[in-house]
T-cell receptor
């Protein structure tokens, strides 16, 4: 099944810096979503970008999508220690599907 | 706010025991999911239900079964627990976003199951 792959697997930065995470996927999609998971907890939806969109913003989050390269990036600006978490991209099949396929995640550590 | 609850945060069971993991959502969502999450493997879909009494196998259904007798409740059953089923289990429900074929998933807090 298609799968998003996040890169890097782990990222450690200082508070105030920007964090960029990338996601690549294999087949055509309807949309791509980013989720966040705090340690030992469930996932929380952050942002969704549709296949006909190229960029989307939500607060300190900026997501881009390049369907020609089958890739997306998540940028967190002015990071805070509270942003420490794992971040996952998730894709659904072109045309839409109830099922999402999640990548393995990027573990972000923001040092105070 | 959507709330998805799972019956236990931590569970320890013995090999061979029958294990029930319960998930309840309060937003009348049609779709519910069970995933397991293991280090280095990400989230893998075990089973999916799109309506009461309806189910569909995910990527790793072996050793598991599910039950959905009521819309709000989706149970994962380990018929005979084995040590390789030690994992974090996550339940989710999903909402169809208006005017689209796009679904957003809402997750419970997870159950960390240890089988000894």
């Amino acid at each position: 099944s298609q799968q998003g792959e996040e890169d890097p697997q782990a990222l450690s930065i200082q508070e105030g810096e920007n964090a960029t995470m990338n996601c690549s996927y294999k087949t055509s999609i309807n949309n791509l979503q980013w989720y966040r998971q705090n340690s030992g907890r469930g996932l929380v939806h952050l942002i969704l970008i549709r296949s006909n969109e190229r960029e989307k913003h939500s607060g300190r989050l900026r997501v881009t999508l390049d369907t020609s390269k089958k890739s997306s990036s998540l940028l967190i600006t002015a990071s805070r220690a509270a942003d420490t978490a794992s971040y996952f991209c998730a894709t659904d099949a072109e045309g839409g599907s109830e099922k999402l396929v999640f990548g393995k995640g990027t573990k972000l550590t923001v040092n105070p | 706010d959507v709330k998805v609850t799972q019956s236990s945060r931590y569970l320890v069971k013995r090999t061979g025991e029958k294990v029930f993991l319960e998930c309840v959502q309060d937003m009348d969502h049609e779709n519910m999911f069970w995933y397991r999450q293991d280090p280095g493997l990400g989230l893998r879909l075990i089973y999916f239900s799109y309506d009461v009494k309806m189910k569909e196998k995910g990527d790793i259904p072996e050793g598991y079964s599910v039950s959905r007798e009521k819309k709000e409740r989706f149970s994962l059953i380990l018929e005979s627990a084995s040590t390789n089923q030690t994992s974090m289990y996550l339940c989710a429900s999903s909402l169809l976003l208006p005017g689209s074929r796009t679904y957003e998933q809402y997750f419970g807090p997870g159950t960390r199951l240890t089988v000894t």
